[in-house]
């Protein structure tokens, strides 16, 4: 994920009342959070214009790897307890718009062993986030203008709802077969194309519903212009 950011992406945070800022040389940074004895995590990224790559295989609660040319754009990663609940930020500062050959790049993972509640939120660019190897509670996915996919190289540990928000775009999102799924799409939806699931009513769902102790309930809303479902 070492590509320079789209012009349509771009374009798309210009009209956002950013400034512009200066497109310098490529920057690489790491950054990690300990773990503590928070008994739950609620993970926050928020990123402006970019990639993201979300997965698991942290030995601490999140190892990342940074590569962007916008000194301006250097990510913020803060960490706070409160009672047994952390809440960790990752974020891309609000300060400006850039040229077409700027280039912000986020590889997050994650450790299995705390319980998160994950909050992706995508301004313009693509994501793809493999949930599979977390521990999740909740996970919500908010993309303005781009491309998201979801996917999973592992069986999910327990039962959590997924809800995908978005402006414009695609999203995809690729289930286990093994997973029971139940899923909902409502708002300015372009197209909806399902794969290896069944309609009844407003609800879309597979095979493995009823014989499955783990369900992902996903909840589709806003003007995504094009939304997949896999589950084969």
């Not at 950011?5 to 950054?31: I, Q, W």
């Not at 300060?95 to 590889?107: K, L």
């Not at 995508?122 to 999740?136: K, N, V």
Request: with cysteine; aromatic share 6%; net charge neutral.
């Amino acid at each position: 994920m070492k590509r320079l950011l789209a012009v349509p992406v771009l374009a798309a945070l210009a009209g956002c009342g950013f400034h512009h800022v200066p497109v310098g040389e490529v920057r690489t940074e790491t950054k990690s959070v300990e773990k503590d004895d928070a008994e739950m995590v609620r993970a926050e990224i928020k990123l402006g214009a970019g990639e993201l790559r979300v997965g698991g295989g942290a030995t601490k609660l999140m190892e990342a790897n940074f590569r962007y040319n916008v000194d301006a754009w250097k990510p913020e990663v803060r960490y706070e307890k409160n009672g047994f609940r952390g809440r960790l930020t990752v974020e891309q500062p609000k300060v400006g718009s850039t040229g077409g050959n700027a280039e912000n790049n986020w590889e997050l993972k994650f450790s299995k062993d705390v319980p998160l509640d994950l909050d992706a939120n995508i301004g313009a660019g693509e994501a793809d986030l493999d949930l599979g190897p977390l521990t999740l509670r909740s996970a919500e996915v908010s993309i303005g203008a781009g491309k998201v996919d979801v996917r999973f190289s592992e069986t999910p540990r327990k039962s959590f709802d997924l809800n995908v928000r978005g402006g414009v775009g695609e999203a995809t999102i690729r289930f286990p077969k093994d997973v029971a799924v139940i899923a909902r799409a409502k708002g300015g939806i372009g197209g909806i194309s399902v794969r290896g699931m069944r309609k009844e009513g407003d609800e879309y769902r597979n095979e493995a519903l009823g014989n499955s102790k783990v369900t992902i309930t996903v909840d589709v809303k806003g003007g995504v212009g094009q939304i997949n479902l896999i589950a084969e």
